[in-house]
């Protein structure tokens, strides 16, 4: 069993940048495509960006492709999501999760592990 932890959440104002971190206990995530996913108050969560085993592959949710940066670090563990020009329609609870599959994906029904989510709030 695999155990995700994200960190790096918090307040920022508009037009800034936060960096989430997303480590995993437990389990490898060697072998595993990531995401990142966020929930916003009253929305259904909704895709932000994944990354394959080598991070050789990525994908982008339109809104937020060019200001985010999804990235891993398999020797670490970790994976990051660099968040820039960051606007209040950002704000949400970020999760992570880990596939079950190598491959990348953008649907939530794609991934079996996930995080309990760091929360980001961009004010205006």
């Known amino acids: 069993q695999v155990q995700l932890v994200e960190s790096g959440g918090g307040l920022v104002q508009a037009g800034g940048s936060l960096r989430l971190s997303c480590e995993a206990s437990g389990r490898t995530l060697s072998s595993y495509a990531m995401g990142w996913f966020r929930q916003a108050p009253g929305k259904e969560r909704e895709f932000v960006a994944c990354?394959?085993?080598?991070?050789?592959?990525?994908y982008y949710a339109d809104s937020v492709k060019g200001r985010f940066t999804i990235s891993r670090d398999n020797a670490k563990n970790t994976v990051y999501l660099q968040m820039n020009s960051l606007n209040p329609e950002d704000t949400a609870v970020y999760y992570c999760?880990?596939?079950?599959?190598?491959?990348?994906?953008?649907?939530?029904?794609?991934?079996?592990?996930w995080g309990q989510g760091t929360q980001v709030t961009v004010s205006s």
């Open positions: 999760a880990r596939r079950t599959y190598y491959r990348i994906s953008n649907l939530p029904k794609d991934y079996d592990s």
């Open positions: 990354i394959s085993v080598s991070g050789g592959s990525t």
